[in-house]
């Protein structure tokens, strides 16, 4: 069986939000929102249970970005995946100057199940996507059958 979380509204302040500060035809700005906080976006994310090795995958999308640019905490039994892209590449071509810059932080929170240990929870990255395994359910608290005497 296979997890899959969408989220429709997730997207939607910033659909808004450049909708709104969008230049209007006279030149004006239309609205203004004023932050000197950055804004963090989610990395999307799917889930995968795995039912005969007790197992559940969250595979994040990280385009672009190096295993050391991505920290994972785990504290009080939620994992916390986040990134700082912060990359500028410039070329020259047949006379145009070319810059590219990329710069956001990324950050997404899970609740994991009770009694998961931090050595529980492995994670690799490869291209781009980084996947991080954790148990369903601990042995401990896994339910049991008990038998009518």
Same mark, same amino acid.
């Given at each position: 069986?296979?997890?899959? $979380?969408?989220? *429709? $509204?997730?997207?939607?302040?910033?659909? $808004? =939000? %450049?909708?709104?500060?969008?230049?209007?035809? @006279?030149?004006?700005?239309?609205?203004?929102?004023?932050?000197?906080t *950055?804004?963090?976006?989610?990395?999307? /994310?799917?889930?995968?249970? =795995?039912?005969?090795? @007790?197992?559940?995958?969250?595979?994040?999308?990280?385009?672009?970005?190096?295993?050391?640019?991505?920290? #994972?905490?785990?504290?009080?039994g939620?994992?916390?995946?986040?990134?700082?892209?912060?990359?500028?590449? %410039?070329?020259?071509?047949?006379?145009?100057?070319?810059?590219?810059?990329?710069?956001?932080? $990324?950050?997404?929170?899970?609740?994991?199940?009770?009694? #998961?240990?931090? %050595?529980? #929870?492995?994670?690799? /990255?490869?291209?781009?996507?980084l @996947?991080?395994?954790?148990?369903?359910?601990? *042995?401990?608290?896994?339910?049991?059958? #008990?038998?009518?005497?």
């Open positions: 069986m296979s997890l899959w $979380f969408y989220e *429709p $509204f997730a997207d939607f302040d910033r659909l $808004f =939000d %450049e909708a709104f500060n969008a230049r209007a035809g @006279n030149g004006t700005v239309s609205r203004q929102r004023q932050s000197t *950055p804004t963090v976006l989610r990395p999307r /994310m799917d889930l995968h249970e =795995d039912a005969e090795k @007790n197992a559940v995958t969250a595979s994040f999308e990280f385009p672009g970005l190096k295993k050391e640019d991505v920290n #994972i905490d785990f504290h009080n939620r994992l916390t995946v986040s990134a700082e892209s912060n990359a500028s590449s %410039e070329k020259n071509e047949d006379g145009y100057a070319v810059r590219e810059r990329r710069y956001g932080k $990324f950050s997404r929170t899970l609740q994991l199940p009770q009694g #998961i240990k931090d %050595e529980d #929870i492995k994670a690799t /990255m490869e291209n781009g996507v @996947n991080v395994t954790f148990p369903k359910t601990t *042995p401990e608290l896994a339910p049991k059958k #008990i038998t009518v005497a």
